[in-house]
């Protein structure tokens, strides 16, 4: 199994631009999270699917982020328009039973906003 | 609700001595703990994991964790500590059909 894919590993933008992170989760997981990682926030829980349907995005840090899942195999993750505090590194995990259950973590997308 | 509290930031060892990262939980379910690592620039991988069953977790790489429920206490150990064991790891508490809470992380130091 190649694990949970990301790309792109890096992305560098303007302020204003848009920005689309993809992920395609570990075949047969129902669950699917996104997670932000900072210097000084440590590791957020940005929103969740299971089964293709997002559960829960309360962490979700405004309007500019949106997240969808079209099918079992891809997620993206949008920000639009991107500001420079949205640079950090962004996790894409799956799941293959509950939420709290262990989580297969993707290498990351370091996404810097210039 | 959930919590974990990792004590310390910051662990520095020699290598070829003991490891010990401290983790502290609090849970009002019978919790799923787990470790991971993660190296720099890379992400987050499973060491290993209490589901329940024996309370003394063997994980990957020499590393183990003992569940201790009367101390709501789940400590990583490691025998002898290795140069590639540098890196920061994180606690997880699990449970009751919510997702995962994360730890702030222990960023182990490891010096010649």
């Known amino acids: 199994d190649a694990g949970v894919i990301q790309s792109p590993r890096h992305e560098v933008t303007e302020m204003g631009q848009e920005v689309t992170l993809r992920c395609k989760p570990i075949?047969?997981?129902?669950?699917l999270f996104w997670y932000r990682q900072t210097m000084m926030r440590g590791l957020e829980l940005l929103i969740y699917?299971?089964?293709?349907?997002?559960?829960?995005d309360s962490g979700m840090p405004e309007d500019r982020f949106s997240a969808k899942m079209p099918n079992a195999s891809f997620s993206t993750l949008k920000i639009q328009p991107s500001e420079p505090r949205d640079s950090a590194v962004y996790f894409c995990?799956?799941?293959?039973?509950?939420?709290?259950?262990?989580?297969?973590f993707g290498p990351g997308t370091r996404l810097t906003v210039l | 609700a959930q919590s974990v509290t990792q004590l310390d930031s910051h662990v520095s060892v020699s290598e070829g001595t003991p490891v010990l990262l401290r983790c502290n939980y609090s849970?009002?379910?019978?919790?799923?703990l787990f470790w991971y690592v993660q190296h720099p620039n890379k992400g987050l991988q499973l060491l290993l994991k209490?589901?329940?069953?024996?309370?003394l977790v063997k994980g990957i790489n020499g590393f183990e964790a003992e569940f201790k429920k009367s101390e709501t206490s789940f400590h990583l150990t490691k025998p002898s500590a290795h140069m590639s064991d540098a890196a920061e790891y994180f606690c997880?508490?699990?449970?009751?059909?919510?997702?995962?809470?994360f730890g702030k992380g222990t960023m182990l130091l490891v010096s010649p």
């Open positions: 995990a799956s799941s293959p039973r509950q939420a709290d259950n262990e989580q297969f």
């Open positions: 075949s047969g997981h129902d669950y």
């Open positions: 699917f299971n089964n293709n349907v997002p559960i829960d």
């Open positions: 849970s009002s379910y019978s919790p799923s």
């Open positions: 209490y589901t329940s069953a024996a309370t």
């Open positions: 997880v508490v699990g449970g009751g059909y919510s997702t995962l809470t």
